[in-house]
């Protein structure tokens, strides 16, 4: 059974940084794109990055663009995002995706939902001002 365990969330001032981390156990797919997505109280879950493991195709929501990087070691499986110059508007829960057919880009997006086969259970994120 594949499993996302996520990792790395945390309390940080505002400027600050944090690095996220996402394993993905049982995962024996070659070709995927994984995804961090996340959700803030009374909002909806939105799409913040993705990268494809064929050619590390990436994609980043404007919000996020020149502070967060995002990046996978094939070999482990794990997907990372790091975090700088926190907001308080980047406080949500982070969740951690991975699917085998979707093919992340700056085109494609971070796709929706329902287009990723497995979800961790999400890191908190909070952001002090």
């Known amino acids: 059974e594949v499993q996302l365990v996520e990792s790395g969330g945390g309390l940080v001032q505002a400027g600050g940084s944090l690095r996220l981390s996402c394993t993905a156990s049982?995962?024996?797919?070659?070709?995927?794109?994984m995804g961090w997505f996340r959700q803030a109280p009374g909002k909806e879950r939105e799409g913040v990055s993705c990268?494809?493991?064929?050619?590390?195709?990436?994609y980043y929501t404007d919000s996020v663009k020149g502070r967060f990087t995002i990046s996978l070691d094939n070999a482990r499986k794990t997907v990372y995002l790091q975090m700088n110059s926190l907001t308080p508007e980047d406080t949500a829960t982070y969740y951690c995706?991975?699917?085998?057919?979707?093919?992340?880009?700056?085109?494609?997006?971070?796709?929706?939902?329902?287009?990723?086969?497995?979800w961790g259970r999400g890191t908190q994120v909070t952001v002090s001002s």
């Open positions: 995706a991975g699917d085998p057919y979707y093919y992340c880009s700056a085109t494609n997006g971070a796709g929706e939902l329902h287009e990723y086969d497995y």
């Open positions: 049982e995962f024996i797919y070659t070709d995927y794109a």
């Open positions: 990268i494809t493991s064929t050619d590390n195709s990436t």
